[in-house]
Nanobody
Framework: VQLQASGGGLVQDGDSLRLSCAASGLTFSVYHMGWFRQTPGKEREFVAAISRSGGTRFYAESVKGRFTISRDNAKNTVNLQMNSLKPEDTAVYYC?????????????????WGQGTQVTVSS
């Protein structure tokens, strides 16, 4: 199983970025997907999650209204559109997959993780 996150970069306060996560080696459509982020010295933080079909999505309060998670089961990808970025959004962003139950906000519930992509927002 491989989850390959991409799309990170250096942007300015207020800019947008679109992260993508390409999955291989698993039946993508039966996995819930999540995005998490982490900065040095801090706990991993939930960002957004989406159910297998895409019918259920939820977000951390800190990103609600600015970020949108989506998925394309035909292309085995999950995306995170990030608008109105702020310096506090700076982090390494990880995608993760969860087979059982429902999508959750707990990182420990996810079985597979991507390698992360760096997002840096300058003020």
């Amino acid at each position: 199983v491989q989850l390959q996150a991409s799309g990170g970069g250096l942007v300015q306060d207020g800019d947008s970025l679109r992260l993508s996560c390409a999955a291989s080696g698993l039946t993508f459509s039966v996995y819930h997907m999540g995005w998490f982020r982490q900065t040095p010295g801090k706990e991993r933080e939930f960002v957004a999650a989406i159910s297998r079909s895409g019918g259920t999505r939820f977000y951390a309060e800190s990103v609600k209204g600015r970020f949108t998670i989506s998925r394309d089961n035909a292309k085995n990808t999950v995306n995170l559109q990030m608008n109105s970025l702020k310096p506090e959004d700076t982090a390494v962003y990880y995608c993760a997959s969860r087979r059982m139950g429902w999508p959750t906000q707990r990182g420990d519930d996810y079985e597979y993780w991507g390698q992360g992509t760096q997002v840096t927002v300058s003020s």
